[in-house]
């Protein structure tokens, strides 16, 4: 509160975090003119500030009520320097309606007061106020000259009630009345002598009498100030409005537009202080600016998520809007969330998981605060057809694709990526990021989203590659011209190696990793999974034998892993990994469970283990770098390995703010050579729409579900919208007729039955057209993502078991959602003798279920003993239920372990089976919603699918839907007395690294964020739910 001796009227407040001297004052002292943007701001925040701040209470029972409280995010706003555009932080104020007030009238001070010289004096000059009457209304008029500290001085009119306004008739009049009043004060101005004495006295004196001669005059039209700034307001409202649907640019911190508190948790939470040149450079590229569709590829590491978070936390803080960002695989999204999670507690939006069996749909709509979902590319898929037919699209404002590429992948994924692209630029309006490796058509993907290109060659850490042929290294040249000067001699590699090791060492492994480690970390490629194991077994021993000081090295820190291991598996533990941790060393793939993977990956991560071998799926999935990256040899399986893929696992090599350079070298034979060299020089990889895979079936999914949302209804809008996909900007090059492909794959799903064509009449002229219309079954197939292949059999399935579901146990209800998908992993070599064997520890009423799905336990008896049968049996069936049987041993909780040795399938494989299976629960659930006479069905799966994806009793499924937490750290938590979400939410990370083993202080803070952001989500939608059936309907009295 700012208050001088002479000030005998209302002060004007002056509101937090504005600055006199800054934004508000002009250089000159003199009060700036507002521009319009600032009103506009003004307007904009207005409407935000009330639809903030706006109780449930208020809402529901006061729906007049207009809030004048300060909003709740005031304080959080920004002021922005005085050189940049926007001067006037509006929101700042007490009141909106003062405030813009306050902006108009200040508008007319300007001109009032342009030729008032300024004083040199640093006296404070103060004239006090003018209280005129205006008729019936009040109306205070107050001015304040101030001159402060040599030549500020500051002028503003603050016009203090506005509770009456007369109506003026026409706005033309109210103009009128503006000018002469400007006029009135200009003929004041004019007379003032040019030195104002510094008592000011007489300068007071004629604003004081011009202001009652004012006050006294605008009689007639009470409040034409008032009026004058309704007009201005209302319109700003328009425009704010219509500013505020489509998301504007408005900033709202220094950090690329965002809160220093971005920039501190960039700091804290990833060690960055600074972006790179690119990274500013891609940021303020116009069409980042005015939100253009945009493509960037840069090589491995070189730090493109950084620049997608900062957009995508523009979106959600500044334009509030949600955003969707597609990711991968399921792993990686987990650790999206986990790593996330902190940002979203501390600058109040949602994070929600859309992976595997997580995710609501429809999902939530939350008015308060923006959501990230964060998805792999099938939920992506399905969360944007919810966007769709819920007329959401406008609440979506940035869809952000990592490895873009992958829409190239073929198969499901690449064309599920592509039908989602298609569908994004289709129906809305809202930007689409990609990040992608370098392409060598990266033009067609461009075309395909009408997005701007930028690409650039930085690594933040120099990487020189190198290949190994015998005993000799060369160093990749990349600037070599011809491929006879690619590879440059570098060294012979002459490590001491006895005749021993070199007979189980021939490639000079151990050498080429000791150089490295234990100091620094090493990953080896391997081409399989079984050779991930071999390699790590083989340096341990050899590391045992010849380095034995090795096994010092971290040794608490790896028993305390094994210790770990040994828990999550419940008393079990991998033999070979038992074996090599002590010497620093893990094997990495997909056959270990999620709970190893997450303990090897951290244990690598902290320094713990210094070597990892690994598939190439580890250089596709999380962030684990290296100083020195081995390829053991240039396959994948039996394929050699591609020039992206190379260029993926090599890039691993250097970390980031560690190493100065990176190292690869990649072990080849003499014989690849040609192939080598084709793959050093080769150009990059091409990415092709994966439409056409399995004869056009990502065609024939891509028109159901457009069919199904209405986004096409005849033949023509068919037509139209296969124009616009990949597959057409490629079509020459694929030598695909888009045409011909499109009629067929239509036919194909009227053939189905899961499209029909209607006859319509067009009431204008009584004419008819043809209407493409999903059948019930299409429906049902489209919204639970169900592949199209297969609907038609869960339909049979499902209407079979209606008939005579058995629910004694859950065996039935098991076998309808194994995914069908997996059957043909295991049915070419079923181990009947387990088969048998399980299918002994079966109770009649199980056996029962065995019988009425069609797997007579003779055919299994017989098959065991190695005898041929002529029993008629579908192979399918009885592959099926081996499935069953596995999942329901997960079913009544036996561990992973157990069953994977039951089985004898790896550990991994029974996972990844659990896992799928609860994610068809989800699509059959979904799919009997959309299916009436599934009814039974539709109450039976609700529960079961929840229960399914955790296979935990029921107290720990609260704790395991905190993102990151796997049944060992569930059981931990739970023991610790942690038992609820609340309880997690509010732990002190310091209780969970003081009460829990092995918890590492960065794991124990992202786990009470996960839970943070997991309890708020909640909360969030119970509080709506509240919300919307307090408030009074739409028209009520
Ligand atoms: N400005 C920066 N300063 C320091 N480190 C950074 C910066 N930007 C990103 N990083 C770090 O660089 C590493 C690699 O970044 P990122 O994962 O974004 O790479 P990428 O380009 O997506 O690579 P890939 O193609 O392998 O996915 C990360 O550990 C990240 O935290
Ligand atoms: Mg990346």
């Known amino acids: 509160m700012m208050k001088t001796k002479d000030d005998d009227g209302p002060t004007r407040k002056i509101p937090r975090g504005r600055k006199r001297n800054s934004s508000y004052m002009s250089d000159s002292g003199l009060a700036k003119k507002p521009t319009s943007t600032s009103m506009l701001q003004e307007a904009v925040s207005e409407g935000k500030k009330s639809q903030e701040a706006d109780t449930w209470f208020r809402n ?74 205006c008729g019936n209304g009040e109306m205070k008029n107050h001015i304040l000259i101030k001159n402060e500290q040599s030549t500020k001085t500051s002028v503003s009119l603050t016009e203090m009630s506005l509770k009456t306004q007369i109506q003026v008739n026409s706005v033309n009049e109210e103009k009128k009345n503006q000018i002469e009043i400007k006029n009135d004060f200009h003929e004041q101005t004019a007379k003032t002598p040019k030195s104002v004495s510094v008592t000011g006295f007489s300068l007071k004196d004629k604003f004081k009498k011009q202001m009652q001669k004012n006050a006294s005059e605008l009689t007639p039209t009470r409040g034409i100030l ?176 990592d490895e873009l590429h992958m829409i190239g992948e073929g198969g499901s994924r690449g064309a599920t990526l592509e039908a989602m692209l298609l569908k994004t630029l289709h129906c809305g309006t809202c930007q689409i990021v990609g990040m992608t490796a370098t392409l060598n058509n990266a033009k ?62 021939p490639d000079h492994l151990l050498g080429l990793v000791l150089e490295v480690i234990p100091d620094n970390s090493c990953l080896v490629f391997c081409a399989t999974k079984k050779n991930c194991e071999n390699v790590a077994i083989m340096l341990s021993r050899l590391i045992n034998k010849h380095n034995k000081k090795l096994t010092d090295v971290k040794k608490t820190e790896r028993k305390a892993l094994l210790r770990e291991l040994y828990k999550d598996g419940e008393g079990q533990i991998c033999p070979v990994l038992q074996y090599t941790v002590h010497f620093g060393i893990a094997y990495h793939h997909s056959g270990l469970t999620m709970d190893e993977r997450r303990l090897v990956e951290d244990s690598y991560s902290d320094g713990t283990l210094c070597l990892l071998t690994c598939t190439s799926t580890l250089a596709a999935g999380v962030n684990l770098p290296a100083k020195r990256v081995i390829l053991r040899s240039p396959y994948v399986a039996t394929e050699f390995i591609g020039h992206n893929q190379y260029k993926q696992m090599t890039g691993r090599a250097g970390r980031a703010g560690i190493d100065s350079t990176g190292e690869s070298i990649l072990i080849a034979k003499k014989s690849d050579k040609d192939k080598l060299l084709k793959l050093l020089t080769g150009p990059h990889d091409l990415c092709h729409s994966s439409l056409m895979y399995e004869e056009g079936k990502g065609i024939r999914k891509l028109l159901l579900s457009a069919i199904g949302l209405k986004i096409v209804t005849s033949t023509e809008d068919v037509f139209t919208l296969m124009e616009k996909t990949l597959m057409a900007v490629q079509s020459k090059t694929l030598q695909v007729d888009v045409t011909t492909v499109t009629k067929n794959s239509l036919q194909q799903l009227i053939d189905l039955k899961l499209v029909i064509q209607r006859k319509q009449t067009l009431s204008q002229d009584g004419s008819t057209e043809l209407c493409l219309e999903v059948t019930p079954l299409g429906k049902a197939t489209f919204k639970g993502s169900v592949d199209i292949d297969n609907s038609p059999q869960l339909y049979r399935d499902l209407k079979k078991a209606e008939e005579s579901l058995v629910l004694a146990s859950h065996l039935h209800l098991l076998f309808l959602i194994t995914p069908y998908d997996f059957v043909n992993n295991i049915k070419a070599n079923l181990p009947w003798m387990v088969y048998f064997k399980q299918m002994n520890t079966l109770s009649p009423v199980e056996l029962k279920v065995a019988s009425l799905i069609g797997v007579p336990e003779s055919y299994i008896a017989q098959k065991a003993s190695g005898q041929s049968t002529r029993q008629k049996v579908d192979e399918f069936v009885i592959s099926r239920f081996f499935l069953t049987l596995i999942l329901y041993d997960l079913w009544q909780q036996r561990s992973v372990w157990d069953v994977s040795s039951r089985f004898q399938y790896p550990r991994g494989f029974i996972q990844n089976l659990l896992s799928a299976a609860a994610s068809f629960a989800s699509c059959v659930f979904h799919f009997c919603q959309e299916l009436a006479e599934f009814w039974a069905f539709q109450d039976l799966l609700g529960n079961f699918v929840k229960r399914l994806t955790y296979c935990v009793s029921m107290e720990l499924i609260p704790l395991m839907e905190i993102p990151g937490i796997k049944l060992g750290r569930a059981r931990q938590l739970y023991s610790a007395g942690l038992r609820t979400l609340q309880a997690v939410a509010n732990a002190d990370p310091e209780t969970l690294v003081k009460k829990i083993e092995h918890m590492p202080r960065k794991a124990a803070r992202q786990v009470v964020a996960s839970a943070k952001v997991l309890l708020k989500e909640k909360a969030d939608v119970l509080m709506e739910e509240v919300e919307d059936l307090v408030r009074l309907p739409e028209g009520s009295l």
């Open 226 to 401: 008032g009026q004058l700034r309704e007009e201005v307001m209302s319109r700003a409202r328009d425009e704010a409005a219509q500013i505020h649907q489509k998301g504007t640019d408005v900033d709202i911190g220094p950090f690329h537009g965002l809160p220093s508190k971005v920039e501190h948790l960039l700091k804290t939470q990833r060690g960055i202080a600074k972006l790179y040149e690119w990274q500013e450079e891609c940021l303020q590229l116009p069409a980042v600016l005015e939100g253009k569709n945009l493509i960037y590829s840069l090589p491995t590491s070189g730090g493109k998520t950084l620049v997608a978070e900062i957009l995508i936390l523009r979106e959600l803080l500044c334009k509030k809007k949600d955003v969707i960002l597609v990711l991968p695989f399921v792993s990686i999204v987990q650790e999206k969330v986990r790593n996330l999670s902190q940002f979203a507690v501390e600058l109040n939006f949602l994070v929600e998981e859309y992976a595997a069996s997580k995710g609501r749909f429809p999902p939530t709509k939350h008015r308060k605060c923006s959501s990230l979902y964060i998805a792999t590319i099938e939920k992506a898929h399905s969360l944007l057809n919810s966007f769709i037919e819920l007329n959401r699209m406008d609440s979506l404002g940035l869809v952000v694709v």
């Open 60 to 133: 529901s029972f006061c729906p007049g009520n207009k809030r004048t409280s300060n909003s709740p995010g005031c304080d959080r706003r920004w002021t922005k320097p005085a050189t940049q555009k926007l001067e006037v932080n509006p929101a700042m104020s007490d009141s909106g309606i003062l405030d813009t007030s306050d902006s108009l009238l200040a508008e007319l001070d300007l001109d009032l007061f342009d030729d008032i010289p300024k004083t040199s004096s640093d006296h404070k000059t103060h004239v006090g106020s003018t209280h005129g009457s």
């Open 444 to 505: 067609d993907l461009q075309v395909f989203l009408h997005a701007e290109m930028y690409s650039n060659n930085f690594r933040p850490v120099k990487l020189t590659e190198c290949v190994k042929v015998e005993d000799n290294i060369y160093t990749v040249n990349e600037k070599a011209l011809c491929p006879d000067e690619k590879l440059q001699h570098e060294r012979v590699v002459m490590f001491p190696y006895s005749a021993e090791i070199k007979q189980q060492d």
